[in-house]
């Protein structure tokens, strides 16, 4: 309910709320009911998006760094910056170049404090927002062959491990289940359900390809980029 009632405070004050998450902008939307409103969406296929009555200042800038950064390395630094991460929407990798959306307002704070990743010097600079307009997502395809479909069993092969250890990233809130902190163990994954392990990465289920003579389930996985 919070979530909520800041990002309709903020929607009615500033105009725009902050960037939610696909579960949080359904909320959001519930609670404004008919009410006008538009949804930002900075490139195609962004999972990380703004509800707005007046379209929000919102900026792209490119990471500019002499050495191969990765998603993790990025987000990390952002965390340590004390920025709340919903002001900043999806950080993009394509050919080896690395851009991120945040608000306007943040772009000075950031180009002052954002200047080293991973040990190493970097600039940011502000490109035209539209750079990433066509932008589509990039994925590694994972065929496994699993027992069943649920997501404490996938994980487990997926990632190599057991399901005890599996029980244990649950307990510790590392593993989000269609944004949210995964406290099930027994889901079963339906389609297109997206999910993250903390240090592993984050994931979408497609489907079962079919099923083999031993009565196990060979199904795809996509692993984001």
């Known amino acids: 309910m919070y979530l909520i009632e800041k990002n309709l405070n903020k929607l009615y004050s500033i105009g725009y709320t902050t960037f939610?998450?696909?579960?949080?902008?359904?909320?959001?939307?519930?609670?404004?009911?008919?009410?006008?409103?538009?949804?930002?969406?900075?490139?195609?296929?962004?999972?990380?998006?703004?509800?707005?009555?007046?379209?929000?200042?919102?900026?792209?800038?490119?990471?500019?760094?002499?050495?191969?950064?990765?998603?993790?390395?990025?987000?990390?630094?952002?965390?340590?910056?004390?920025?709340?991460?919903?002001?900043?929407?999806?950080?993009?990798?394509?050919?080896?170049?690395?851009?991120?959306?945040?608000?306007?307002?943040?772009?000075?704070?950031?180009?002052?404090?954002?200047?080293i990743i991973s040990n190493t010097h970097i600039t940011l600079e502000e490109v035209d927002i539209n750079t990433l307009k066509d932008y589509k997502k990039e994925y590694e395809e994972i065929n496994i062959i699993t027992s069943s479909l649920r997501i404490d069993n996938v994980i487990k092969v997926l990632i190599h491990t057991n399901r005890e250890i599996v029980k244990e990233k649950i307990k510790d809130k590392d593993i989000l289940i269609n944004y949210e902190i995964l406290t099930n163990n027994s889901r079963v994954l339906k389609q297109n359900d997206i999910f993250s392990i903390r240090r592993y990465g984050k994931y979408k289920y497609i489907g079962i390809i079919k099923e083999t003579k031993k009565n196990n389930y060979l199904i795809k996985i996509l692993k984001y980029k």
Request: aromatic share 14%; charged share 25%; no cysteine.
């Open 20 to 115: 939610l998450e696909p579960n949080e902008l359904n909320e959001v939307k519930s609670a404004l009911k008919k009410e006008n409103y538009s949804i930002y969406k900075p490139f195609i296929e962004s999972e990380k998006n703004i509800i707005y009555l007046k379209q929000p200042e919102v900026i792209l800038l490119k990471i500019n760094s002499k050495i191969n950064l990765t998603h993790r390395e990025i987000l990390g630094t952002l965390f340590s910056l004390n920025i709340d991460m919903s002001l900043f929407g999806e950080i993009v990798i394509t050919k080896n170049e690395y851009f991120f959306y945040t608000f306007k307002y943040l772009e000075n704070y950031l180009k002052e404090n954002l200047n």
